[in-house]
Structures are given as structure tokens and as C-alpha cells.
């Protein structure tokens, strides 16, 4: 990764640190990642797009277990990868953590949390951005 990708990396930390998106003051559609223009109300929406911290609770809408991963991801399989739809309605592709593989379901209600995605040996630069975890049930104490 050039010096470029790095300085870009560090410009992006709030979206990296954040689930930032969009929202359409005309139609009150929300993207993720963010837009400049809304797709449906095209150049309605011109000047018209706000940005929205998104809540990072949804639930998982599909999911697959990955086996055989991509290079420099060799030491974490098997993993899984869910679309998960937040409460505002985005849905996003993300690895899920901190949960045995054969617990996770469809329906199943996840956060998101900030980890670790990979490091740069060349740069040493260290790579973090969103994944989701189980949320935990805690019953009413009385």
C-alpha cells in the first residue's frame, strides 16, 4: 500500500471509527457508505444530502461461512461473513466476531464494534475498521 492509501486512510477515520452515512433531505433515503447525490431524486437532492451517524444495531439478513479466504486473511479462517440490516434500513457486508460460527443465525441482532483489519509491514501502518458481534441479552434485574 503507497503513501497515498495511508493519507487516505487517516482522512477517512471518522467513517472508519463511525458508521457515517447519508441521508436525502428530499426523500429521507439513507446510504451507507455516504453519497453526494441520491439516486432517486438524482439532482433534487443536490446540495441536499446530510450526513447521519447510523445506530450500528441491525440484525443479519444472510450470512456464509469463508474456508478457504483470500490472501492475508489465511490465519483467521474459517470466519463469517453476514449482510446485516441496521435499524435505519442500510444494509452492509461485514465479518462477524466474538461468536462461536455454528450460534450465528438469521435474524440473530448484532452492534457493530471497531477492530482490527489488517496491518501494513511495508508502512506500518495497522488497519481498523467495523465488524459486528452478537448483542448480548441481559434480562431486567429486579
Excluded at 441520491?38 to 433534487?44: A, G, L
Excluded at 455454528?102 to 448484532?110: A, N
Excluded at 508502512?123 to 448480548?136: D, L, Q
Aim: hydrophobic share 35%; proline share 5%; aromatic share 10%.
Amino acid at each position: 500500500m503507497g503513501g497515498e492509501a495511508v493519507s487516505r486512510f487517516w482522512r477517512e477515520i471518522p467513517q472508519r471509527y463511525n458508521l457515517i452515512g447519508t441521508k436525502c433531505k428530499v426523500c429521507n433515503r439513507i446510504y451507507f457508505p455516504q453519497r453526494e447525490v441520491c439516486p432517486f431524486c438524482r439532482r433534487k437532492s443536490i446540495g441536499k444530502m446530510e450526513e447521519v451517524k447510523l445506530s450500528g444495531r441491525g440484525k443479519i439478513v444472510t450470512y456464509t461461512i469463508i474456508h478457504v479466504p483470500p490472501k492475508k486473511f489465511e490465519g483467521q479462517a474459517p470466519y463469517a461473513v453476514a449482510v446485516v440490516e441496521l435499524e435505519e434500513g442500510v444494509r452492509v457486508t461485514s465479518q462477524i466476531v466474538d461468536c462461536n460460527l455454528d450460534k450465528i443465525k438469521i435474524g440473530m441482532e448484532v452492534e457493530a464494534t471497531f477492530r482490527r483489519i489488517q496491518d501494513d509491514g511495508w508502512t506500518g501502518a495497522i488497519y481498523y475498521g467495523y465488524k459486528f458481534r452478537p448483542v448480548e441479552k441481559h434480562e431486567d434485574k429486579k
